[in-house]
């Protein structure tokens, strides 16, 4: 079963405001990870946060995790048209050896 | 290569075919692994390999379904016997595995459709 669920499933804004999507898990991880995929092909890794840490930043991505309620966020902030894809939280953990990846957040930026 | 290569990008397959996928993974990565991503889907995780270990086919959805990794490079997924179900975007991903965590270069994946 899927251990990320991300929420809302799809988010449109106007080109320059902020975007924030939200993850949940359900077992303990080692660490979560941001993935954005454009016109359903390839993901592109966005950013890795540990289990250790509360906020990371890269560029104009800030990522959040709560160990304590398993859930992570993802903002984007001064969005652009480029923005416009699909995000995917991915967990590490619960004692197998592979990426659970969650079924996305549709995101659509107007210009 | 820089990338993740797979192919072929498009394969159209009359329903009751086998077909073969094929994936070159990053040189001198370990790990490799094989996701079906349907329309307007999450991923879902089919095949883990991870250098000589034994793969972790927990997410194979059948016995149609099997995959080899050869020499530690190049990973073929053999569907046989294609169903309509089984088309899909099929995914291929390689990591080299640093500190324990995984970061997953993808291949731009393989969109199958059964007629």
């Known amino acids: 079963s899927q251990q990320g669920e991300e929420d809302p499933q799809a988010l449109s804004i106007q080109e320059g405001e902020n975007a924030t999507m939200n993850c949940s898990y359900k077992?303990?991880?080692?660490?979560l990870q941001w993935y954005r995929q454009n016109s359903g092909r390839g993901l592109v890794h966005l950013i890795l946060?540990?289990?250790?840490?509360r906020e990371k930043h890269s560029g104009r991505l800030r990522v959040t995790l709560d160990t304590s309620k398993k859930s992570s966020s993802l903002l984007i902030t001064a969005s652009r048209a480029a923005d416009t894809a699909s995000y995917f939280c991915a967990t590490d953990g619960g004692g197998n050896n592979r990426l659970a990846f969650g079924k996305g957040n549709q995101v659509v930026v107007i210009p | 290569g820089a990338g993740v290569s797979q192919s072929p990008s498009n394969k159209v397959t009359e329903k009751g075919k086998d077909v073969e996928l094929r994936c070159d993974p990053i040189s001198g990565h370990t790990a490799l692994y094989w996701y079906r991503q349907s329309l307007g889907q999450g991923l879902e995780f089919l095949i883990y390999?991870?250098?000589?270990?034994?793969?972790?086919k927990s997410g194979l959805p059948s016995d149609r379904f099997s995959a080899e990794r050869t020499g530690g490079s190049v990973s073929t997924l053999t569907i046989q016997r294609t169903q309509q179900e089984d088309s899909a975007v099929y995914l291929c991903?390689?990591?080299?595995?640093?500190?324990?965590?995984?970061?997953?270069?993808f291949g731009s994946g393989t969109q199958l459709s059964v007629l």
């Open positions: 946060i540990r289990s250790n840490e």
């Open positions: 991903a390689s990591s080299a595995r640093d500190r324990g965590t995984e970061k997953l270069f």
């Open positions: 390999f991870q250098g000589n270990s034994a793969p972790d």
């Open positions: 077992t303990s991880i080692n660490n």
